[in-house]
Each structure stands twice: as C-alpha cells, then as structure tokens.
C-alpha cells in the first residue's frame, strides 16, 4: 500500500512538472513571438527620386517622408530590378530575378512555375508566425489567398467620365489627351459640374477597379468622396489603431500599396496649389541627349491609333513627343505634367504622415520596421523620353528608407548600389525568420542579400551583396529567353547597358549623373566596358552570338551630329517651316505639329475667301 501511494505522489507531481514546463516552453515561444518585430512595407507606384532627401526635384514637397528618412536609413542608390509594374512587383515580393523566374511581362506571376513553388514576402510571414494585412496595389495581379486580411483592391482612378467612357481630364489638350483616361490624363479633382466632353457630354468622376466602377462624388474641396489612396491610408490608420492597443499575440507583417504618382495624375487641388505652374522647376535636360543611346534599336509598339510613321516609336518617346506638340513649347509641357506629378507625390505623403503618426505616437514605434520605397522610377523627359521601363538612371532609381529601430542608425545614407531584391532577405534577417522560402524543389532561394550590415553601419557596412545592381527591360514577347533579354548594370562609378541586339551603353556616373554622355566606343574606357561585359556575364545567362564590334568613338557635339532619318510627315513638315517660318509662333526654332495646323488651317481660309487670319502668309 505504501508504495501505491508513492506512486500516486510521484505521478501526480511529474504530471504537474510536465505541465508546468509545457507552459513554460509555451509562454517562451509567445514571448518570443511577441518579441519579433513588426513590418509595415509601403509601397508607392511609379515614384522616382523627387522625394526631400534623394536630390530629385529641389522643390518637392514630402516633409512626412523626410521625417522617416531622418528615423531611419536611406539607400540613395537603390534600383528596381526590371522597371515595369507587374515584374517589377513579381521579383520585389518573390525576391527573385526576372532572368532566375522568366518573369519579364505580365502574364500573371502565379502562372510561373519557379514563382507559385516559392513564398512570397507575406506568405513566409504567415508560414513564420504573422499575421498579415494588406490594401491596395501591392503585387499587380492580386492573388487573395496570399494575405489573411485585405482591405481594398488596387483602384487607378479618379477617372472623368463622360456617360459611355473614361476619359482624360478635361484640362489636358489634344493630342495628349488622346493617349487616353489613365496615361494622357493629368489634372486637379475639382467639381465637373458644367464641364462637358468634347463630344458634349457632361462630365462626372469615377473610381475603382477595372471590373467594377462606382461615381466619386466632388462637391467642393472639403465636401467630396475620399480617393482610393486616402480610403487606403485611412484603412492602414484604423487597422494600426487596433493592432496597437492589443497586447501579445502575433507581431504582424502589414502592405500599404499606394497607386500614385502612377498616371491618371489626378488628384485634389490643394495639391496643385502647393506648386504654381510658373515657378516650376526644369529638369537638367541635354539637346539631343538621346541620339548616341540604342534604346529605339530594339522598343517598338505594334499598330496602334498613331499614324504610320508614329508605329515604331516606344511608349515613352510618344508621350514625350505628344506631351510636347499639346502645348506652346517643351518646357510649357513639362512644367504641367510635373506640377502633376509633385502634386501627387504631395498627396501620398500627406497619406504616409497620417500612418507614421499612428506608429509613432503608439508602443508600435519601438518594434516596428517600415520599409517605403517605388516599384521603379519614372523619366521627366530626360534623352525624350517620359515614362518609365528604360534602362537609364531615371527609371531604374528608386527611393528606399528602411526603419529598423534598434538596428537602423537614424539619418544613415547608404550609397552603394542595391535592388529590391535585397529587401526581402533583408526582412528575414532582422525578423530572425527562417531562410528557407521554397515551397518545394520546384521553388528557388531568394537571391538578394540582407542590407542589415549597412543598416547598423551605413558608409563602412561589410555586405556580403554584389557590386552593382541589375535591372531587365521590359520588351512585350509571347516568350522569353532570359539570354537574350536587354540588361543594364548600376555599379558606384559605372552605368553599364547590353541591349538584346549587342549595342551597348557606358556613362561614368561619376562625373557624368546624367548619363549624358556614352563612352561604350570610346577605346580609353573599353577596360571598363570589358569588365563590365564579364561582370554582366557572371551575373545572367550569356547570349549565344558575340557582341557585335561598336562604331569607332566620336567626342559628342550635339549640334553638328547627324539627325536620324525622318519620317515622312516630319520631312513634310520642314518643307513647310522652311517656306513659312512664321508659323513657328513661340519663335523657338521649332515648328511643331499644333504650330503647324494652327498656321496652315488659318492660310487655308485666306486661301479660300475666308476670315482673315492673324498671320502674314
């Protein structure tokens, strides 16, 4: 009998050890849980470096992004890893080389064998113990099952719309408007009552996404529906109020996908009125910047509403050329379409200030990342060209700030080059996660590197990435070979391009920040381009044929360079300059095409009897 009753003692009080160190093990693991920290990753659409802090514009305006950048590090020279949304997004949440997935264009990320066998940025947050949020255009095709919570749907607009069509804002001229409601739209949210289509319908705004649209209503400035970009900061502002109230439980990893600067640039006023169109900022443009760049070699568009001679012009040559003949002079174009645009990085930044009061009035501050950066830049009419997917510093450059509190060294400047795709491995590092991201063996290792070394020490950080960053061009194709694909390679003192068709570019960043000047012919630098080539090699799968031998060098001289071959209507048009030169009206040298119906619709009714016209014929 004594020894029964022993036995019960004994069982009895290992039952209650085994219990006591299961609560224990189990509260160490909440605790650790607990102890992770949190991210919050923004991302912007379309946004280049005219943000405070990265010498883009001097008269941007994003106190609310300064304000994170003196909290935590900026990468000044970080690059998108090929500059189009769709595979842009796909490498940056995969952390994955397009040339490693096949991910070029935008046939829908999850249709990539490589990409749906490998974790996504969420996705390994969930599988380590996150909880995760998101709202807006974070990946550009959406995939639900990637995210536990989401709020809203990537929504482009405001849109005008004139009862049958979107259309671009009543404020844009032809022909730029004609481009259409989402790239030749530019303007301020203001009430359309009385405004009318130029077919004479009246005007109403709209918003949403692309299967469903719904009217957004503008009364006044202060009496109107909320953008998306605001119902999203907004949704971001009151899931952080609760997130920040809660105690334990699961750290939280939270997208906020902002779709502006991303045209239509349509957004309210007071973001116009921020930047008067007369005091305006240029950017430092050369004449005749693009003529010893290969970058028209191999773009072209098929078909399209543009004349003949238009069909083989890349989509940013034509903005920038229609842009120009819509109004007065280039710079009277410009000066419009980035009023525009500052107005709506303005506008986002006012979103970004809302979010960061939140964490940083909360015990969210002390234990969560931010991480804010942009798909890809975007080109303000630098070697003619305004649009993003170049292989040039305009749109491969993007804005990068990483909070890390407790390892970030506030207002740290990092300027070595990096890519989006170290922002992925990065996370994983500083959130102690673990490494393996594959779902299987069909899946692939994340290929970036942690920037944590450069985090803790920004200009003497041992980081174990590559010396240059790689970025892809987008080329629309029913297939991709990754070997032959174009490339460009941004390392501290060199910018180096290999085209699909062997041309080659080569600026020395150094000295020359605007890539004005290619020296891939110029027999003095052919060392560097040599190096630059192998390193490129090293890097992508190398093409099958050698690259072909380049023109001998020649120093540039903008003004004696031969012009390319024109087209027909542009020959037309000379003639016609020639035997009227008043018809060029701004008397800048250069009749363009608005100047010439102007001049030519007028001498044709003297012609005919008509009025007569305010010109000497």
Excluded at 93 to 118: A, M, Q, R, V
Excluded at 356 to 374: F, G, M, Q
């Amino acid at each position: 009998m004594k020894i029964t009753k022993l036995n019960k003692r004994a069982m009895k009080s290992l039952s209650s050890l085994c219990l006591l160190v299961a609560l224990q093990a189990g509260l160490a693991l909440s605790t650790r849980g607990a102890e992770r920290p949190n991210v919050l990753f923004i991302i912007c659409d379309d946004l280049n470096d005219y943000i405070e802090g990265f010498g883009g514009h001097p008269q941007t305006k994003t106190p609310h992004m300064a304000r994170l950048a003196r909290s935590g590090v900026c990468f000044t020279q970080a690059h998108c890893n090929i500059p189009i949304c769709g595979p842009s997004r796909a490498s940056l949440f995969s952390g994955i080389y397009p040339h490693n997935s096949g991910c070029f264009g935008f046939t829908k990320w999850d249709g990539y064998e490589i990409l749906k066998n490998s974790r996504t940025i969420m996705d390994h947050f969930r599988a380590n113990g996150y909880r995760t949020l998101g709202t807006g255009k974070l990946m550009h095709h959406m995939v639900r099952g990637e995210w536990e919570v989401f709020g809203n749907p990537s929504d482009y607009g405001p849109f005008a719309h004139d009862g049958k069509d979107k259309i671009a804002h009543p404020a844009v001229p032809s022909p730029y408007r004609e481009i259409g409601a989402v790239d030749g739209s530019f303007g301020p949210l203001v009430n359309l009552s009385g405004k009318k289509s130029p077919g004479g319908n009246p005007l109403t705004w709209q918003t949403g996404g692309w299967a469903r649209q719904r009217e957004l209503k503008v009364k006044t400035q202060s009496d109107r529906d909320q953008t998306a970009d605001e119902l999203n900061g907004k949704w971001a502002v009151d899931q952080l109020k609760v997130l920040a109230k809660q105690k334990g439980g699961k750290p939280f990893f939270m997208g906020v996908g902002f779709i502006r600067p991303h045209t239509p640039l349509v957004v309210p006023k007071k973001f116009f009125d921020m930047f008067p169109l007369g005091d305006i900022n240029l950017p430092d443009i050369r004449k005749g910047d693009v003529e010893d760049t290969h970058a028209r070699s191999v773009r072209s568009i098929p078909g399209g509403a543009e004349p003949k001679a238009a069909r083989t012009e890349d989509m940013g040559s034509r903005l920038f050329r229609l842009l120009v003949e819509s109004y007065k002079s280039r710079e009277d174009a410009l000066r419009h379409f980035i009023q525009a645009y500052l107005a709506s990085i303005a506008a986002v930044d006012e979103q970004i200030g809302r979010i960061l009061d939140v964490i940083d009035t909360s015990p969210l501050k002390e234990n969560t990342i931010i991480v804010l950066t942009s798909d890809h830049g975007w080109g303000m009419g630098e070697k003619d060209y305004l649009y993003k997917n170049s292989l040039w510093q305009e749109s491969t450059r993007v804005p990068l700030i990483l909070r890390a509190p407790g390892t970030g060294k506030p207002s740290g400047v990092v300027t070595r080059p990096v890519s989006l795709i170290d922002i992925y491995p990065t996370l994983i590092d500083l959130c102690g996660l673990d490494e393996k991201t594959m779902k299987n063996d069909k899946g692939r290792p994340l290929d970036g590197h942690s920037l944590k070394p450069l985090l803790e020490k920004p200009a003497l950080g041992k980081w174990s990435g590559p010396d240059s960053a790689l970025t892809a061009l987008y080329k629309w194709r029913m297939k991709y070979n990754p070997s032959q694909e174009s490339y460009s390679l941004r390392s501290d003192n060199w910018r180096y391009i290999r085209y699909e068709n062997g041309k080659e570019e080569l600026y020395a960043t150094r000295e020359d920040s605007h890539e004005w000047v290619n020296l891939a012919g110029d027999p003095s630098h052919s060392a560097t381009l040599i190096s630059m080539r192998r390193q490129l090699r090293t890097r992508v799968p190398s093409p099958e044929s050698n690259i072909p031998p380049q023109p001998a060098f020649k120093p540039r001289v903008v003004a004696t360079k031969k012009p390319p071959a024109k087209s027909d209507a542009e020959a037309w048009k000379d003639k016609y300059f020639k035997r009227y030169p008043q018809a060029d009206t701004n008397k800048d040298g250069t009749l363009t095409w608005p100047e010439y119906k102007a001049h030519k619709s007028a001498l044709d009714a003297l012609q005919s009897g008509g009025t007569k016209p305010k010109i000497k014929p």
